[in-house]
Nanobody, 123 residues
Framework: QVQLVESGGGLVQTGGALRLSCAAS????????MGWYRQAPGKQRELVAS???????NYADSVRGRFTISRDNAKNTVYLQMNSLKTEDTAVYYC?????????????????WGQGTQVTVSS
């Protein structure tokens, strides 16, 4: 079972920066898309940014130009550099990854979520 462990959340003032990391571990055969989602209190979980295995990125309009997603394939890790943070960025941030994992003698698909990390931006 592929596990995702996030780190890097915390409390920061408006205009500040944080960097989130998410490391995937387990019997990974292939790691395809990786991404970051967030969920604020009383709101639905939303996509923040994603990156595929070729490095193609996608961003929510609300973070484009401020956030940068990247990945280190050798470490099975995805990062989210968040700059110029706003109070509306306050949320629990979740890492997501999909791909295939080794199950017995053949790979099977997986889609995993991290446990979430709190990001709080104060004014």
């Amino acid at each position: 079972q592929v596990q995702l462990v996030e780190s890097g959340g915390g409390l920061v003032q408006t205009g500040g920066a944080l960097r989130l990391s998410c490391a995937a571990s387990g019997r990974i055969f292939r790691l395809n898309g990786m991404g970051w989602y967030r969920q604020a209190p009383g709101k639905q979980r939303e996509l923040v940014a994603s990156i595929n295995s070729r490095g193609t990125t996608n961003y929510a309009d609300s973070v484009r130009g401020r956030f940068t997603i990247s990945r280190d394939n050798a470490k099975n890790t995805v990062y989210l550099q968040m700059n110029s943070l706003k109070t509306e960025d306050t949320a629990v941030y979740y890492c997501n990854a999909d791909g295939s994992e080794i199950d017995g003698y053949s790979p099977r698909a997986f889609n995993s979520w991290g446990q979430g990390t709190q990001v709080t931006v104060s004014s």
